[in-house]
Nanobody, 125 residues
Framework: QVQLVDSGGGLVQAGGSLRLSCAAS????????MGWFRQAPGKEREFVAD????????KYTDSVRGRFTISRDNAQNTVWLQMNSLKPEDTAVYYCAARTTIYAGTPKVERYDYWGQGTQVTVSS
């Protein structure tokens, strides 16, 4: 079965950086896209970034655009999220996710089929 392993979270001061990683297992697993969501306590899971497998097209939520960069290595079924200029509002559990569907709009939780266990990102003031 497909398994996603995400890591790289930690505690960082505002303005600092973190790099999250996610590796997907499965010999025949070829997701159409992989991305990142985040969830703060008491909040709904929120889309952060997505990248397509075929073309490397990226999408970002407005609040992180220009600060975060998503990248991928199809041969390794791996994605990264480079997070710069972190703000306290970025504090959340970050989840790697993979989708097997095409969706033209803003990526939604429901469109993703596989999820990592989550990694905590805490940004202090």
């Amino acid at each position: 079965q497909v398994q996603l392993v995400d890591s790289g979270g930690g505690l960082v001061q505002a303005g600092g950086s973190l790099r999250l990683s996610c590796a997907a297992s499965g010999r025949t697993f070829r997701p159409l896209g992989m991305g990142w969501f985040r969830q703060a306590p008491g909040k709904e899971r929120e889309f952060v970034a997505d990248i397509t497998r075929s073309s490397g097209i990226t999408k970002y939520t407005d609040s992180v655009r220009g600060r975060f960069t998503i990248s991928r290595d199809n041969a390794q079924n791996t994605v990264w999220l480079q997070m710069n200029s972190l703000k306290p509002e970025d504090t959340a559990v970050y989840y790697c996710a993979a989708r097997t569907t095409i969706y033209a709009g803003t990526p939604k939780v429901e469109r993703y089929d596989y999820w990592g266990q989550g990694t905590q990102v805490t940004v202090s003031s």
